[in-house]
């Protein structure tokens, strides 16, 4: 068994994790564009995920030589510690990132089907940006599910690539808007098929 302290932990570490695959996956685009496609690219986004990745270096902090506030100070001991339980067992760490970053391209083909709604012509590997910097949406606990958050988040980034940033947030709110749906229909789904199956087994009374 797994106690909630020890599960924390290992949250916080695999969020820091998926935080540099994230930021990885968005490191690879940008240097794709600029090597091979000769696309100048921003530097605020090659440092926005260069940082990203850079979070990989919080497991090796020597915190017992360095002074942080508090709060940070308890994420991140958290985080080492939980960072310590995953690799334990790596099998499991290469299967949680296999699915952190298929989720990303699967967050960035929804994107792309959001835009491509809205007529703007945008790339898969725009898109792949636009799901990359939406894990930092975690950060935020303002609103439920980061509402308003992610918005922003890419309505940032995709100004960044030259995007109108409204157009872009109605383009995020579209997506999550047709998620909602979708949760809603599937839930609803759900309890139909669960109620039919809980009448199918309720044990009949005997005949007298």
Known sequence: ??????????TFGAFFCFLAVNGL???????????????????????????????LLV??????????????????????EGWMLLSTNPVLLLRLIILQAILV???????????????????????????????????????????GVREAIVGAVAAALGF?????????GLDRLIGTVMIVLTGWGSIVVLGRNIGNNEVKPDRV
């Open 1 to 10: 068994h797994l106690s909630f302290t020890r599960f924390a932990s290992s």
């Open 25 to 55: 996956i968005g490191m690879v685009v940008l240097l794709y564009w600029q090597f091979f496609k000769a696309v100048a690219v921003s530097a605020v986004l090659l440092i926005a995920y260069a940082g990203m990745v850079a979070c």
């Open 59 to 80: 497991f090796w902090l020597p915190l017992d030589r360095i002074r942080l506030p508090q709060k940070i100070d308890r994420w991140v001991r958290q985080a080492v």
């Open 105 to 147: 391209v699967l967050l960035a083909l929804r994107y792309w089907l959001a835009f491509h709604m809205l007529s703007q012509e945008v790339s898969m590997g725009q898109t792949l940006l636009f799901a990359t910097a939406s894990i930092l949406t975690q950060l935020v606990s303002i609103a439920p599910g980061g509402l």
């Open 164 to 172: 109108d940033a409204a157009t872009s947030v109605v383009a995020v």
